[in-house]
């Protein structure tokens, strides 16, 4: 473990708590924010050479305070400058810190935070990358990086989303109980949206795939330890160590995907299948059912197949039943149309994908047509399996998909796709 | 509660605008009109940097600038000037990191008004084993 290593984890620890002291201190989320984010960037470079301060929280709230405060004279002095009535204001004295203010616990602190964050007012595109800075504490170098757009497009995204909140007239503070529910639920699926970004990206560095995996387990950790009987906090952190476990088999060396039917289940990581199949068996059994609940047990029931023919298929149809039920959606239906297929035969599974047709959520979309293809190479449809591998692989924009659905179709081409 | 396990509703893109201009059209065009009528562009585009979905934007030179090549008996041929019958000219690309097609329909609707948009999705890295 390198210097940079260990204060870097310390700064994304720290991060959260810093900005709710330095936000209650000034009362100003959006000045506060930027403040944390220097006095991040000064820890970043200062500590690993010149050694971590006694207190790193209160070195990086009096660094985060000092820029506050200049912040805060000039915007007076201006103020000053253009308007008579700034004798009125009242004297910077009373808004600077005290050295050592008594905080509240941190715990509240990362969850207003998050519910700040993940406030509805913003897109989420937005929502994501502010999670990412003031909860999260990655640099917007970082964030843009994760995202393949220049830093000024992230900073401006970040600058906007800030606005919104202050437009909105959030404050810093939970949510009302009446409105918590629908606000965990935005929250959550932030958390989701940075995993998928992180787990299906590959960039070619593991290195820079992982922060985005490991940035939204490590809050939903955090998340779960504060909220630990919010049934569907547990299920989303459960989906996610349950399908991070399969990556190291989800690609080859060149990059290239593997299928779950194909992968070398040698190289999952059993430590986090242990520890998500106990989490999702132990939530199952005493919190309210929910939709990340139950995509966990789904992903638990593959995670536990040694073989892929060990699959219990005939679960993975109920509990995607279930799904349907409580959450439907196209891509639900996709997902039933394959474990039909594995328990009744491939033409079942097309009549489960028939009722998508009319469907314009999903219409034209990639992920049917890739369906279909090895629904309908299961039936032994040779020719129309080929037609629509070769669909799928024109209308999907991500190249190592394209390159499988290519392969497949060649595949079948040589006869030697049929059984698998 | 309602979740949303899915992220079909949420699918960010990067886009590529492409405006294909008749340089004719805006020779011709009255100096207030034309005034007009780039103003909506960069309205648009001060908006779109603003929002933090504008990565990058780009003016092409007039064709009457533009080099050619083609390979001819495995030599590559450099000419002058535009492309053969052509009345339209890739005047500008943008590119855009937005939400969803519609999204990207929609800001390209605008701007047109008197050229022609192409709107293309750009290829990335990422994907799903299936």
């Known amino acids: 473990v390198t210097a940079e290593s260990t204060v870097e984890g310390l700064l994304r620890e720290l991060a959260p708590q810093v900005l709710a002291a330095l936000t209650r201190r000034f009362g100003t989320f959006e000045t506060a924010e930027d403040a944390v984010q220097e006095a991040l960037l000064a820890a970043a470079t200062q500590w690993p050479e010149q050694g971590i301060p006694e207190s790193p929280r209160g070195w990086l709230i009096t660094v ?10 000039s915007d007076l002095a201006r103020a000053r400058r253009e308007t008579a009535a700034a004798a009125l204001l009242p ?9 050592d203010e008594d905080l509240p616990s941190d715990e509240d602190d990362t969850l207003t935070l998050l519910f700040l964050c993940c406030h509805p007012a913003l897109s989420p595109a937005s929502q994501v990358a502010l999670t990412l800075r003031a909860v999260g504490g990655l640099t917007t170098a970082q964030i843009a990086q994760a995202f393949f757009v220049p830093e000024a497009t992230m900073a401006q995204r970040i600058s906007r989303a800030k606005q919104s909140i202050k437009a909105a007239g959030a404050r810093f503070g939970m949510p009302p109980e009446h409105e918590r529910a629908e606000r965990l639920a935005v929250v959550l699926h932030v958390l989701y949206l940075i995993f998928n970004e992180g787990y299906t990206t590959s960039s ?12 939204a387990i490590r809050i939903a950790r955090d998340l779960h330890r504060l909220l630990p009987d919010e049934g569907e ?5 459960a989906l996610m160590l349950l399908t991070d476990a399969r990556r190291p088999a989800r690609t080859t060396a060149d990059g290239s995907l593997v299928p779950l039917a194909e992968q070398d289940r040698a190289l999952w990581h059993a430590d986090a299948i242990q520890e998500g199949v106990a989490l999702i068996t132990d939530t199952l059994s005493r ?37 349907a039920r409580i959450a439907p959606n196209p891509m639900v239906t996709l997902n039933q ?53 070769r669909a799928a692989a024109r209308r999907t924009t991500s190249i190592p998909e394209r390159r499988y659905l290519e392969s497949r179709a060649a595949r079948l081409g040589d006869g030697g796709g049929v059984d698998r | 509660m309602s979740s949303r396990p899915s992220h079909l509703e949420f699918d960010p893109m990067k886009f590529v605008v492409l405006i294909y201009s008749n340089p004719t059209t805006w020779a011709e065009m009255p100096a207030a009109e034309r ?31 533009t080099k050619t090549i083609r390979t001819q008996g495995g030599v590559p041929v450099v000419t002058d000037g535009p492309y053969g019958e052509a009345k339209e000219f890739l005047a500008g690309v943008w590119a855009i990191d937005v939400e969803s097609m519609d999204r990207a329909l929609e800001i390209a609707k605008p701007v047109a008004e008197y050229d022609t948009v ?12 299936m």
């Open chain 1, 233 to 237: 906090v547990s299920g989303l952190l």
């Open chain 1, 64 to 73: 985060g305070s000092r820029r506050l405060t200049d912040q805060l004279r």
């Open chain 1, 91 to 99: 004297p910077i004295e009373l808004v600077a810190p005290a050295a």
């Open chain 1, 204 to 215: 070619g560095t593991e290195l820079q795939d992982q922060e985005l995996t490991s940035e």
């Open chain 1, 287 to 323: 919190a309210q059912l929910g939709p990340y609940q139950l995509q966990a047990a789904i992903a638990a029931v593959h995670d536990e197949a040694a073989r892929a023919e060990d699959t219990d298929w005939r679960q993975i149809v109920v509990l995607y039943e279930l799904l």
């Open chain 1, 337 to 389: 149309a394959v474990a039909v297929a594995m328990v009744d035969g491939p033409r079942a599974g097309l009549d489960v994908l028939a009722t998508l047709d009319e469907d314009d959520r999903i219409a034209g979309h990639h992920r049917l047509d890739a369906v279909r293809a090895h629904l309908l190479e299961m039936a032994g449809d040779i020719a129309g399996a080929g037609e629509r591998y």
């Open chain 2, 118 to 129: 192409e709107v293309r999705a750009l290829m990335d890295l990422g994907g799903m084993e």
């Open chain 2, 35 to 65: 005034d007009r009528a780039l103003g909506v562009h960069f309205k648009l585009i001060k908006e779109l940097t603003e929002s933090g979905e504008m990565i990058r934007v780009d003016g092409l030179n007039d064709p009457m600038a």
